[in-house]
């Protein structure tokens, strides 16, 4: 059973940073690309950040472009997502995703609350 839980979320100051885990378990992780999504109330699901499996291509949004960073740990099964200069519209739930082909999710976290105060 694919199995994807995050972690690191909370409360913190506009301007501040966090970092976002994302364990995985129950496929191979390093098969698989592997991303970051967010949905704010009254929202759609926002796509961030996607990191492939082999050749290292990462995707931003530009909303997130030049303040988040995407990094794996295969070793570790573990997805990771810096957050910096954040700022209160960053105020979402935060989902890590299993990819297929095209990127596409297939398989999502339960997710954890970011929210920034301004």
């Known amino acids: 059973e694919v199995q994807l839980v995050e972690s690191g979320g909370g409360l913190v100051q506009a301007g501040g940073s966090l970092r976002l885990s994302c364990a995985a378990s129950?496929?191979?992780?390093?098969?698989?690309?592997i991303g970051w999504f967010r949905q704010a109330p009254g929202k759609e699901r926002e796509g961030l950040s996607c990191i492939s499996s082999s050749d290292g291509s990462i995707y931003y949004a530009d909303s997130v472009k030049g303040r988040f960073t995407i990094s794996r740990d295969n070793a570790k099964n573990t997805l990771y997502l810096q957050m910096t200069s954040l700022k209160s519209e960053d105020t979402a739930v935060y989902y890590c995703a299993r990819l297929d082909t095209g990127w596409v999710p297939v398989d999502w976290g339960q997710g954890t609350q970011v929210t920034v105060s301004s």
């Open positions: 129950g496929f191979t992780f390093d098969d698989y690309a």
